[in-house]
């Protein structure tokens, strides 16, 4: 008999997530996506982004603006705070944990960031939940 292990490598799972989570298709943009929720936390530069596409700075800035209509970098920045905002109600980690491990290197940014976002201070999340 013979056994058939479909053997996949660490970034499958996120690719296939990626490309249903954003409903894109272009491959490129989603290995960039797929890049993008697998560096939240120390975040890559515009740079390593298009290195990641195959692209330069400027190509991927139009991939985007087509299929996601906004920039790289501002893309970036939701999927950022969405993971914070998911971290707050669901983890019991402190707000400047939740700052760090989402790529914020100051509280006081990350706070001014989240409440342009949502409407209020990331702490009131946990009342909230």
């Known amino acids: ?29 989603v290995r960039v996506l797929a890049a ?3 560096n939240l936390e120390t975040p890559l530069s515009a ?25 790289p970098m501002g893309f970036y920045a939701h999927l950022r705070l969405e ?3 998911s971290l707050l109600m669901q983890t019991e980690l402190s707000v400047t ?4 491990a ?4 100051s509280l006081s940014h990350f706070a001014k960031v989240y409440r342009a976002t949502y ?8 009342a909230v939940a």
């Open 1 to 29: 008999a013979m056994v058939w292990a479909n053997v996949r490598g660490p970034q499958s799972r996120q690719t296939v997530s990626a490309q249903s989570r954003f409903g894109v298709r272009n491959a490129r943009l």
């Open 36 to 38: 993008m929720e697998a």
């Open 47 to 71: 740079q390593e982004i298009a290195d990641i596409a195959g692209m330069s700075p400027r190509q991927t800035e139009r991939l985007f603006s087509r299929y996601l209509a906004t920039t």
């Open 83 to 85: 993971r914070a905002r």
């Open 97 to 100: 944990e939740v700052a760090v």
């Open 102 to 105: 989402c790529g914020y290197r």
């Open 119 to 126: 409407g209020h201070a990331p702490r009131r999340m946990r």
